[in-house]
């Protein structure tokens, strides 16, 4: 999901040091690969959020009454900063 070496970091979305701290220790809590892939897509389990942060961004909500309406026509009341 991400790299890090001496000279470069890079990350699809967000360093959140808080999230890849959360990713990895649950990458290492898991007896193997596929649990850990189980875990990222249950919505219950904090690793998902943590990948989501990772890959997408943070989401933040807009200010009561502010919304906008996205290429699909959804209307969100959330986005993400860029």
Request: proline content about 5%; aromatic content about 6%.
């Given at each position: 999901?991400?790299?890090?070496?001496p000279?470069?970091?890079?990350?699809?979305?967000?360093w959140?040091?808080?999230h890849?701290?959360?990713?990895?220790?649950?990458?290492?809590?898991?007896?193997?690969v596929?649990?850990?892939?189980?875990?990222?897509?249950?919505?219950?389990?904090?690793?998902?959020?943590?990948?989501?942060?990772?890959?997408k961004?943070a989401?933040?909500?807009?200010p009561?009454?502010?919304?906008?309406?996205?290429k699909?026509?959804?209307?969100?009341?959330?986005?993400?900063?860029?």
């Open positions: 999901m991400w790299v890090e070496t000279h470069l970091r890079a990350i699809h979305a967000c959140s040091p808080e890849i701290e959360r990713l990895s220790e649950g990458y290492q809590r898991h007896d193997n596929d649990d850990f892939l189980h875990a990222l897509a249950d919505p219950e389990d904090p690793l998902m959020n943590a990948m989501e942060v990772a890959l961004g989401e933040y909500r807009l009561d009454g502010l919304h906008f309406h996205d699909e026509g959804t209307r969100r009341d959330a986005a993400r900063p860029k």
